[in-house]
């Protein structure tokens, strides 16, 4: 068996790729700790995505999986609103200290009843940390029981800082028990590797794809237990997400011998181009790929003319490493300047993203950090940036300042179309700054007091004593 599929739980992101969770500074100084990584850790820390969250994210999504959430029912809040069954055993302080193993069995069995999902995945929680519930052995014996394959998710909550520990514990844990390591004979169809990627972000690089006459699937987005063979048997493994899909590479390159690329992301009009161009090189296709370049970047040449009148517009971005480095760029094709920036790790992938972002402006100031409102608000206030570009919670911490936001979770940001995409809505909110200006000026929030906004940004952010 290949050596990452002999291990029962995929280890954590700071341990396989010395991912950092913790850090304050310029960009310059993080390319510099980034070649010798130094451990730190946050002796206050904000709620924020944990592993297990992530894991159920990814669980959720895969057709015709039941899941089983094995601890107290609010551990499975994530799970609402799923498209797939699912179940939580509803555990309760007796069973947080006595077992809940057989609580545990009769959940399944009640779930595969009601819904005769294809497979079932038993999802670990804290508490089985504390417990020490053998669910690995239960699993067992339910998928000799039930006639499918039922399988345990090691996330435990406490092994990893890193909410992306999650979506890596769950892949593997998928791929280990419904598709057994070995190598494929190679098909047609191209994989995109989409850990970090909406799904109209999916969408627009596949269509790329298309144009070049590739066939193309997804993985994790679109996955379905019965489509899984075609996976292992895929031609050629792309990532477009960086650092977020380095453990998937590496199960696909490991366990079936699918081979993998990772250029950067295709965010902007050259960065598309040169995607394309990777992709078309690594398919034989290098010479279409260029041409099909050169056709969209003469279609968006005055995409950016609109824009104009805000010339060097100062604009913080809260993104994963990777994707940052690519918006930056894509800003200064539209003639605005990455001011700040916030990144939810940096791992041993993300050196050469975190070492561009320097290159073009190593004094600007950057989080290193997913979640922490504090830290966040801090950095917006002392900053005062023309627009925030993010998705999801920094989103409201600027628009309280009265700072106009562009969140991505409504709006493509991959491809060609993502670029123009990207540029309507950023002069649209550029021109338009009532709204942030209202929300701002409204009663004043009241999150943080003068002293602790007073206090230094990397107050609580210390180096891990080991």
Not at 80 to 100: E, F, K, M, N, V
Not at 117 to 132: G, M
Request: charged share 20%.
């Amino acid at each position: 068996m290949a050596e990452l599929f002999r291990a029962r739980v995929a280890p954590t992101r700071e341990k396989r790729s010395a991912a950092l969770a913790a850090f304050h500074g310029t960009l310059a100084a993080l390319a510099r700790e980034a070649e010798a990584p130094v451990p730190r850790l946050r002796s206050f820390v904000h709620d924020h995505p944990s592993d297990l969250q992530a894991a159920l994210a990814l669980l959720s999504g895969v057709a015709g999986l039941g899941a089983v959430v094995h601890g107290p029912a609010g551990c499975a809040a994530a799970l609402r609103g799923a498209r797939g069954p699912w179940a939580s055993t509803g555990l309760d302080q007796r069973d947080s200290i006595l077992g809940g193993e057989a609580r545990l069995a009769q959940t399944v069995r009640a779930l595969h009843a009601a819904h005769a999902p294809q497979a079932i995945a038993v999802v670990a929680t804290p508490v089985v940390a504390i417990n020490n519930d053998d669910i690995e052995t239960t699993a067992v014996e339910l998928r000799e029981e039930l006639g499918i394959p039922v399988f345990a998710v090691g996330c435990d909550g406490f092994r990893s800082r890193l909410a992306g520990t999650g979506t890596d514990v769950a892949l593997q844990a998928l791929l280990r028990q419904l598709l057994p390591p070995r190598p494929r004979e190679r098909g047609n169809q191209l994989l995109l590797l989409t850990t970090g990627s909406s799904t109209a972000d999916v969408a627009a690089a596949g269509a790329l794809l298309a144009e070049l006459g590739l066939g193309w699937s997804a993985l994790p987005q679109g996955l379905a237990v019965g489509t899984l063979e075609a996976v292992a048997s895929a031609r050629l493994a792309v990532a477009l997400d960086g650092e977020d899909d380095g453990h998937a590479a590496a199960l696909l390159q490991e366990g079936y011998g699918v081979p993998a690329i990772a250029p950067p992301p295709p965010i902007g009009r050259a960065a598309s181009s040169r995607w394309l161009a990777a992709v078309g090189d690594a398919t034989g296709h290098g010479a279409q790929a260029r041409l099909l370049a050169t056709r969209h970047e003469q279609r968006l040449a005055e995409a950016a003319a609109p824009l104009a009148r805000f010339a060097g517009a100062r604009v913080a971005v809260a993104l994963p490493a990777a994707q940052a480095a690519a918006f930056d760029g894509l800003l200064n094709e539209l003639g605005l300047r990455g001011a700040g920036f916030v990144l939810p790790s940096v791992a041993a992938g993300d050196r050469a993203a975190v070492a561009a972002l320097a290159q073009a402006g190593g004094e600007r100031p950057v989080i290193v950090g997913e979640g922490q409102g504090f830290e966040e608000t801090h950095l917006l206030r002392r900053l005062a940036p023309d627009l925030l570009v993010t998705r999801g919670q920094p989103a409201a911490h600027a628009l309280a300042l009265g700072i106009p936001v562009l969140d991505l979770q409504t709006t493509p940001i991959t491809g060609y179309d993502g670029f123009a995409a990207v540029a309507r809505a950023i002069e649209r909110r550029l021109a338009r700054p009532a709204l942030a200006a209202f929300l701002g000026a409204g009663p004043a929030r009241e999150d943080y007091t003068p002293g602790w906004l007073g206090r230094s940004p990397n107050w609580y952010v210390k180096q891990e004593a080991r």
